[in-house]
């Protein structure tokens, strides 16, 4: 009996291993190219695009190459050529020889980023989610020197606080709350960065200048310091986002009905939650519950009378729920306790407020 148990353990270990060695294996793309001339505007997410299923998934493209020690030295004219290293695809920049002295050309600031930084900087420095008693505790906005109800570049306005003299300090209006989807707990207050200022005279009511402006300044706003690392440049490294229940899309930063590729959204989890920038998400619409007359035909929602609506919201026994529809893929890039603002990188089709946010469905397939 104990060789047979051997074995059954044995056999149970394997196939444990081979499902996690699958789930971590790469999928190239039919028609894939063989190699990549890197063009300006080029992403690390764009070129794997080429190459990948799962292009969110270009760290492991990268990983094993020797060559690429850190990606942003990837340039503009840099060959790139697709190897395979123990089986798995891989990038590997091939050496560019030139007969000329000069050697290679590196211009400033033109490495090759993960993705297009230009599409999220503005909401690194300016959008932030807070609790909403803690904001209306903070400095308020008196007015100004200017006669004007609103103040812009250069304007002095008047603080209600002891600010200290040189400091920089944001200027923010309120904006949404937020509150998630089942329990309509309140999951914080969006304030929105109007402008940026240095006090330039400290008191009861200190005297700031405004350094810049996104927006019209008025009494009213409140002032908060700037954080030190919503001023830093972002490099994210894409990886899968675990967690036990279904995360929510609850706004558009547009404010727009549908959203689509490379729009900034906000869902329903944060820091509190163990998400962190870099987690990218598989995004489903709900599938529809389609009720069964009293016929016993299917009936869609839309078509559906008051009493059966009624029906299925106290019942589902006479309700069968459709599959969920895939919409494509977005990634986090700023995180607050409660919430997190994401970028959507990949949608088939158009992404709508209270879409559900899973672990990449690559993942879930082949696990």
Known sequence: MENPMKRLILLGLMIISCSFVFA???TLKPGHPDSYVVKKGDTLWDISEHFLNDPWRWPKLW????????????????????VFIDGEPRLVLKPHIRKSPEGRIMPKNGAIPAVDLSLIRPFLVQNRVVDGDWFEQQPMVMGGESESKYHILDDIIYVQAELILGDKFGVYAQGREFVSKEEGEPLGLEVVLTATGRVVESGPISKVRLLSNFRETKAGYRVLPIEDDSLLSAYFMPRAAKLETPASVIASDSKNKEMGKLDVVYIDRGSEDGVEAGHVFSIFREGVDIVINGDGQPVLPQDRSTYESVLTSVSSGNAVKMPDIYRGKLMVFKV??????????????????????IQPTSLLSAE
């Not at 190459?65 to 050529?81: E, F, K, V």
């Not at 607050?336 to 946010?357: G, H, Q, Y």
Request: net charge negative; proline share 9%; hydrophobic share 40%.
């Open 336 to 357: 607050f306790d409660r919430t997190s603002l994401a970028l959507i990188m990949v949608n088939e089709k158009p992404v709508r407020v209270d879409d559900k946010l």
């Open 24 to 26: 971590d294996t790469l």
């Open 63 to 82: 990983g094993a190459n020797p060559q690429i020690a850190n990606p942003h030295l990837i340039y503009p004219g840099d060959r790139l050529t697709l």
